[in-house]
T-cell receptor, first 116, second 109 residues
Framework: EPEVTQTPSHQVTQMGQEVILRCVPISNHLYFYWYRQILGQKVEFLVSFYNNEISEKSEIFDDQFSVERPDGSNFTLKIRSTKLEDSAMYFC??????????????FGPGTRLTVL | RKEVEQDPGPFNVPEGATVAFNCTYSNSASQSFFWYRQDCRKEPKLLMSVYSSGNEDGRFTAQLNRASQYISLLIRDSKLSDSATYLCVVPQAGNQFYFGTGTSLTVIP
């Protein structure tokens, strides 16, 4: 069964450093998403991406965040200058499967980001 | 009113019990609704989607009440493996999705 993959599974970085989180969505999906989940809190929407551009973003997704689909398979989230409060689990998701419907999202296993 | 609100839980039920969770949403224009389950420190996994009045899949039944803007999830004959956090997800305009805080379920032997 196709699945969303994410790398790395755990990233430790120093405050102020840039990080890039990588995702490979399901191959025939058209919509891509990033979410974050701070430990013990709810899953929060960051951004959705369709047709090579951002379609929606939340208030959390400020200028320090950016997304890119550099080739036909990868979807990345860059955090330019990490803060302590960026420590969270970051989930990538994709949707747009013709059978399941455009809203039905499938999540990757997540990247746990720890900012020291 | 929050975009998505769920029963705070936690729910602790014996094996074999029936348990129901509720979720209310604020956007009356929402057309699709989802229940996901999340195990500790894992990704959300799709449980059910709801596009009309309801959906049933084995022991799981989701009901949608558009007039009152809530959806419910009913689990019959609870099993130990059902222990997880259940997340209500409601898409908003465009491709923005709101998650509820989740309801924790523990099924006790």
């Amino acid at each position: 069964e196709p699945e969303v993959t994410q790398t790395p599974s755990h990233q430790v970085t120093q405050m102020g450093q840039e990080v890039i989180l990588r995702c490979v969505p399901i191959s025939n999906h058209l919509y891509f998403y990033w979410y974050r989940q701070i430990l013990g809190q709810k899953v929060e929407f960051l951004v959705s991406f369709y047709n090579n551009e951002i379609s929606e973003k939340s208030e959390i997704f400020d200028d320090q965040f950016s997304v890119e689909r550099p080739d036909g398979s990868n979807f990345t989230l860059k955090i330019r200058s990490t803060k302590l409060e960026d420590s969270a689990m970051y989930f990538c998701a994709s949707s747009g499967d013709r059978q399941a419907g455009p809203d039905t999202q499938y999540f990757g296993p997540g990247t746990r980001l720890t900012v020291l | 009113r929050k975009e998505v609100e769920q029963d705070p839980g936690p729910f602790n039920v014996p094996e074999g019990a029936t348990v129901a969770f509720n979720c209310t949403y604020s956007n009356s224009a929402s057309q699709s609704f989802f229940w996901y389950r999340q195990d500790c420190r894992k990704e959300p996994k799709l449980l059910m989607s709801v596009y009309s009045s309801g959906n049933e899949d084995g022991r799981f039944t989701a009901q949608l009440n558009r007039a009152s803007q809530y959806i419910s999830l009913l689990i019959r004959d609870s099993k130990l493996s059902d222990s997880a956090t259940y997340l209500c997800v409601v898409p908003q305009a465009g491709n923005q999705f709101y998650f509820g805080t989740g309801t924790s379920l523990t099924v006790i032997p």
